[in-house]
């Protein structure tokens, strides 16, 4: 039994009506599982023997009929162990999730795939959503492998090239709002309303938080059904900090692991509330207007599961911090430099979250961390390029190379006769 229930006053909701929020106080709302059932599922099924995926999870799925998932092989990303950067940073064991290795290059496929299936299963013709652009071009994606008619806004002239080459490329209808992520979403979230052949794949669809909690699952079994002890995430929307929880917690709830990590949200200091209502202890969020960062990607000042993360970090008894735009940029160069991992710079922010928390005392140096890089560093290559070194240009001739690389001592090998 699946059923949608509201995180606030608990009303219940069949698992086919399409709803974002509550007809009763309008909060959000989260998909329920008789978890009796998926424990007699998974004592049968073969998922542990499947290979690393977002579907290798498909018993704990909402989804009814496999013969409509819609995948591009999504999940299964990489956890890389860090050392070298862990020994920069001082902290023992460290391991990054790098999400850019997902079809389109961001933790929203594992999200999409899960989303657009159920919008298959409910007949769907259009889909829609608000994006600072990695939504945008997952949906697009995946609305293309299904056939499906599909709808963007973006705020204009604030998304990475990348993302937008994505969502144009894959053939979605791009709209630029002359506003930002926020005013975005306030049409998608009344349009969906009025028109209701139109369905929101925002983060405040539940069933797309439900493919987003695989990352937890794949973390745990990526370290042998070990929790780890603390896993930090950049937050925007703030779906995916809710999501992940609750796949933890679930995981947790069925027996397949012992404890549960510390959930660790970073917000860039231009945009945010959530930290911001963490450090000052308090039940709600107080929205920005006009949120900046250079990590465009969660330039958010309203952030629609506030609710969730909030709960998430604290039920985890995790925290929240923010970091500056230098020092989140200051991270992308680390990550890629010691790691050989590129990330954009929204991403980069958990290390920049990391490496603040450890200066201060709030993470231990013998946790075992995971931080979560949540999109592609080619997403956005215009921050790279300005924040790297420029290349040098020579003529074409051996005598200006050697001399640029100071190689111009040559060395001469004694040849040797026998
Ligand atoms: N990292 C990246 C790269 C993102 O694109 C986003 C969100 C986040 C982190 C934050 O995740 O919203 O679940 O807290 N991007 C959305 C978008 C808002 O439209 O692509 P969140």
């Not at 308090?282 to 958010?300: C, Q, Y």
Request: hydrophobic letters at 40%.
């Amino acid at each position: 039994m699946i059923f949608q229930k509201c995180i606030a006053c608990g009303e219940k909701y069949d698992a086919d009506e399409i709803i974002y929020s509550c007809k009763r106080c309008g909060d959000i709302l989260d998909v329920k599982y008789d978890y009796d059932l998926i424990e007699a599922k998974i004592k049968k099924s073969n998922w542990q023997n499947l290979p690393l995926s977002v579907w290798r999870y498909r018993d704990f799925m909402p989804i009814r009929d496999p013969s409509k998932i819609v995948s591009l092989d999504e999940g299964g990303t990489g956890l890389h162990s860090c050392q070298c950067l862990g020994n920069t940073l001082g902290v023992k064991h460290l391991y990054v999730k790098n999400e850019g290795e997902n079809p389109t290059g961001s933790f929203k496929d594992r999200g999409m795939t899960v989303g657009v299936t159920k919008a298959l299963e409910l007949n769907i013709k259009t889909v829609i959503c608000a994006s600072t652009g990695n939504t945008s071009a997952s949906l697009a994606a995946y609305a293309a492998k299904a056939g499906l008619q599909c709808i963007i806004l973006i705020p204009s002239g604030k998304i990475a090239y990348g993302k937008l080459a994505q969502a144009m490329i894959y053939g979605a209808r791009v709209v630029q709002i002359r506003g930002n992520f926020d005013n975005a979403l306030k049409m998608v979230l009344e349009l969906s309303g009025k028109h209701r052949e139109v369905y929101l794949l925002n983060s405040i669809n539940p069933y797309r938080l439900e493919g987003q909690k695989s990352l937890a699952f794949e973390i745990c079994d990526q370290l042998k059904r070990e929790s780890p002890d603390r896993v930090i995430l950049p937050v925007g929307n703030a779906g995916n900090i809710s999501a992940i929880w609750k796949g933890f917690t679930e995981f947790h709830k069925l027996g397949l692991i012992e404890k549960l990590p510390k959930m660790t949200g970073i917000q860039a200091e231009g945009a945010a509330p959530i930290a911001q209502a963490i450090k000052d202890g308090k039940d709600e969020i107080v929205p920005l207007e006009n949120p900046e960062t250079v990590a465009t990607a969660i330039r958010i000042g309203a952030p629609v599961s506030w609710k969730k993360a909030l709960r998430a970090i604290r039920e985890s008894d995790g925290t929240a911090e923010t970091v500056t735009d230098e020092e989140i940029l200051e991270a992308q160069k680390m990550l890629a430099r010691s790691e050989g991992l590129f990330v954009e710079p929204a991403s980069a922010s958990s290390i920049a979250g990391l490496k603040k928390l450890l200066e201060v005392g709030k993470i231990g140096k013998d946790e075992i961390v995971v931080c979560v890089t949540t999109g592609h560093g080619l997403k956005d290559p215009d921050i790279a390029i300005k924040i790297s070194e420029k290349p040098s240009e020579v003529n074409a001739e051996i005598e200006s190379i050697e001399k640029l690389l100071g190689l111009t001592r040559t060395i001469s090998v004694p040849v040797v006769s026998r």
